[in-house]
């Protein structure tokens, strides 16, 4: 697949319907399981790694997190029309049909405000972080643990509990949505998403 997601030309935008009585993280957990092994089965049938998400009305207080959230809606981009047809989130989201609502695919709107990148965000124990850097130094693990205490803390954003499809435990896939300057090619995992290195694009409004 080439990195030519500049033309992200079509989407589909899915919202969290409010029930009083199941909360939104429950639903999050529910869709993005189901949409996490639908990218991995059209990454693994159609070889389409070009599929991209963002959460439309997601903010993240950088003080402390309390007032981080991922709203309740979630865009999905494609390079086309088809790609999403393929995609098939009705198929996969049938289950779900009561707690969210999906609208058609349509074109990204001519206009829009700008560009964000989505990555899941990964960050690694400071004890993991002090013995790779007394590794590769050859220096103490107390000197290595002074050095990485000095390095910025862990964020603490937003997350969609997911299940593990290999040993069936939680784990938190934390997101981080930040502003682009420009738009920027690439592919994405099978979460719609960015790793911590790179900064694919998707539409943003």
Known sequence: MSDA???????????ILPDPEIT???????????????????????RIESIGVSFPDYHFDSKN??????????????LSEDDLTKLDLNKWLERL?????????????DKIEGYVS?????????????????EKLKISLD????TVAKRKPEKPLPYI????????SPYP??????????????TFNTYGMNGMRNNATVPHW
């Open 118 to 134: 989505v990555h899941r965000y990964r960050f690694k124990p400071i004890e993991v972080q002090a013995q790779s850097l007394a």
């Open 65 to 78: 997190g309390k007032s981080s959230k991922l709203g309740n809606k979630l865009r999905v981009f494609a």
């Open 143 to 146: 000197d290595a643990l002074a």
């Open 161 to 168: 509990t997911l299940i593990s499809e290999t040993n069936k």
């Open 24 to 46: 939104s993280y429950f639903i999050w957990s529910k869709l993005y399981n189901q949409l996490h092994i639908a990218l991995a089965d059209i990454k693994n049938t159609h």
């Open 173 to 186: 896939l934390k997101v981080l949505q930040q502003p682009a300057d420009e738009p920027k090619p690439g």
């Open 97 to 109: 049909t009561d707690y969210v609502h999906i609208k058609p695919i349509k074109a990204v709107p």
């Open 5 to 15: 997601t500049l033309n992200l030309s079509h989407y589909q935008e899915i919202t």
